[in-house]
């Protein structure tokens, strides 16, 4: 991943970002920074003029990666299969990388008061689920990497009941480690993301029907996954309630694109209870209990 100025021609990045365009549009009130490739950072400007240089000089991609997918829907199981070609000689160490993330999770954001003032409800993409060879990886390729020889990496892991696997996302990439699996030489060399469900993109996905899930795990403590699924766009709610009818949480309240979503619904601040939601849309109102055990 490369992150970089784009700023009118023969202007200076940093003069532009401290005069009144960025800065005065946006509330940047920092030195703008960029990550390049998998680099330790933030790079402050000029310094991350030559790893742009560097990143944009291997836009050539150095391997490509083939992904080989087998997914178990009674036991959840994925098994996965990177074969990953040499395009060129590579005498640099290369580090690979697999990650689970799942789309479409309902999510309350309260820790930005900046961004988010008093938190809010947001639908996020590309949620990290599972990391599944660690943070940086596994060694791939070390010495010469001769052109055209391909090297295999297999992986087996089982996906959460609470996730969508419709929704989630195999991502490989390989990157140089050279001076560390996370330093100065880090740059990508190649991406690859996948449905797990071959064959199904869900930004696109339109369900048949309205459908409002029982939570999973139920009982829980503190945090339970809900789904629901809508055909159509439209305006939603999805609201929680206690015993006699107090409203505890709204997860949902506004305009909602059609799709299936996974609401993740978190009670550290409740008692242990019975508890309801209701999800309302359209001419559709389901209400379902669950029960919250401290």
């Known amino acids: 991943m490369v992150l970089a100025y784009h700023g009118p021609a023969g202007q200076d990045p940093y003069s532009y970002f401290s005069g009144n365009n960025i800065i005065g549009l946006m509330g940047y009130t920092g030195y703008p920074t960029a990550y390049i490739g998998r680099r330790v950072g933030p790079l402050t400007y000029p310094g991350w003029n030559n790893p742009v240089v560097i990143q944009s000089n291997l836009m050539e991609p150095g391997v490509s990666i083939n992904v080989v997918k087998s997914y178990n829907s009674t036991t959840h199981q994925l098994d ?3 074969n990953v070609t040499s395009l060129r000689q590579i005498d640099t160490t290369c580090n ?3 990650v ?3 789309d479409y999770l309902i999510y309350n954001q ?3 008061n900046v961004c988010i003032p008093g938190g809010s409800n947001y639908v996020h993409k590309w949620t990290v689920r599972n990391m599944v060879n660690g943070a940086t990886g596994e060694m791939l390729s070390t010495g010469t990497w001769a052109p055209n020889v391909t090297k295999v990496k297999n992986w087996t892991t089982t996906l959460d009941n609470a996730w969508i696997a419709g ?3 195999v991502n490989v990439f390989v990157y140089f480690s050279a001076g560390g699996s996370l330093g100065t030489q880090s740059y990508v060399q190649q991406t690859k993301k996948e449905s797990v469900l071959t064959g199904i993109h869900n930004e696109n996905e339109i369900a048949e ?3 409002l899930s029982q939570n999973y795990p139920n009982p ?3 945090v339970t996954n809900i789904h629901f699924s809508l055909p159509k766009d439209g305006n939603v709610s999805l609201k929680f309630y206690d015993m006699v009818g ?3 949480a709204t997860y949902v309240e506004g305009f909602m694109m059609a799709g299936t979503y996974n609401a993740e619904f978190d009670g550290s601040n409740l008692a242990s209870g019975i508890y309801f939601y209701t999800l309302r849309a359209d001419n559709f109102v389901d209400t379902k209990k669950m029960t919250l055990i401290k």
């Open 80 to 82: 996965v299969t990177a």
């Open 96 to 98: 690979i990388n697999f």
């Open 100 to 102: 689970l993330t799942e």
């Open 110 to 112: 309260v820790n930005n």
């Open 167 to 169: 929704n989630c996302r």
């Open 209 to 211: 029907n309205y459908s």
């Open 220 to 222: 829980f403590n503190p």
């Open 246 to 248: 107090n409203e505890v």
